[in-house]
């Protein structure tokens, strides 16, 4: 084999380095809220869909592109390479349902501050999850069954399934993904922030207890970190649906690099929630500190108060 170019080296390099950025950051994510006893958000577990699909993502797709971007082609077979097409539209799909069962449940809290902890309790949440994963991973698996041919981008280094060969089940299935997400995503968080603007407004609402559980829960900083984890999330994979506008339209643009910067982008939005979490949430802030006390400090028993529980709990 020839030595690797200098350029070759240094996108393999990137690669590895998004790699291990993407698993570090959700590892921590999970370690985080499944350590953490204290009274929590039933949202945790929407958190804990989208850190596992960013971790599958870190572990089984992006580590097959390292050794590719040295020697400039896949070297991993037709198979592997379908699978690897397979998981990056349902690991797509499931966090883009994920946020958008996120945004229903802000939605409520607004929408009913006073039966919101009835309408979302611990199973429900995790039942729509489970359906979630189940029902995507059915959906998106018509070209892992041999329906669709896939395709080797090399600009990216990655293994992407060749859309445009099935143009029906493409528009299906961008249909039954994107429209009901887009649509409840763009409603809800319309709504909660025109709570917001109307509470601060000083709108006089006549049942104080009703205005009591909406002023709290209009108060928690979970609103602004979904709503910024939900815009992370589209501006990180604009560019490339851009390009790929772009490209159909107009052809491919010659400019080197730019196929490789939006896919690589796009995927380093699997890293981002760890610091989005880290800097807007109080809570995940509360219990990262948990967990690493809990490291440092197995032989000691942590004090309630740091869980936020009574002494009585």
């Not at 797709?61 to 592997?80: E, K, Q």
């Not at 699978?83 to 802000?106: C, N, P, Q």
């Not at 560019?239 to 491919?252: C, D, E, H, Q, R």
């Not at 690589?264 to 929630?273: A, T």
Request: with cysteine.
């Amino acid at each position: 084999m020839d030595e690797p170019s200098v350029e070759a080296l240094m996108q393999a390099s990137l690669i590895f380095v998004v790699g291990v950025a993407i698993i570090l950051s959700n590892l921590l994510i999970i370690a985080t809220f499944l350590n953490f006893r204290g009274p929590s958000e039933v949202i945790k577990y929407y958190l804990l869909s989208l850190a596992t699909a960013d971790l599958f993502c870190g572990l089984l797709v992006v580590p097959l592109s390292i050794y590719p971007a040295l020697v400039r082609r896949w070297v991993y077979g037709d198979v592997v390479c379908r699978l690897v097409g397979y998981l990056e539209i349902t690991l797509l799909a499931v966090s883009v349902y994920t946020f958008m069962w996120m945004s229903v449940d802000r939605y409520l809290a607004i929408r009913k501050p006073l039966r919101y902890e009835t309408v979302q309790t611990k199973t429900r949440c995790q039942c729509w999850m489970a359906f979630t994963w189940i029902s995507v991973a059915m959906m998106c698996c018509p070209p892992l069954l041999g329906f669709n041919k896939p395709i080797f981008d090399r600009e990216a280094f990655i293994c992407m399934l060749d859309w445009g060969n099935m143009a029906a089940y493409t528009i299906t299935l961008s249909i039954l993904v994107l429209g009901p997400s887009v649509i409840t995503i763009v409603y809800t968080y319309t709504y909660i922030f025109s709570m917001m603007r109307r509470l601060r407004s000083g709108v006089p609402i006549h049942d104080k207890e009703y205005a009591t559980a909406l002023s709290e829960n209009l108060s928690n900083p979970s609103h602004i970190m979904s709503f910024v984890l939900v815009m992370a999330f589209w501006l990180s994979w604009a560019p490339y649906a851009g390009l790929k506008i772009y490209s159909t339209v107009n052809g491919p643009p010659q400019v080197p690099f730019l196929q490789f910067a939006v896919v690589w982008f796009g995927i380093l939005n699997s890293f981002w929630k760890a610091i989005i979490l880290g800097t807007l949430s109080p809570q995940f802030r509360l219990a990262a500190r948990v967990l690493c006390l809990t490291l440092c400090c197995r032989h000691r028993r942590l004090p309630p108060e740091l869980l936020g529980l009574d002494d009585d709990d």
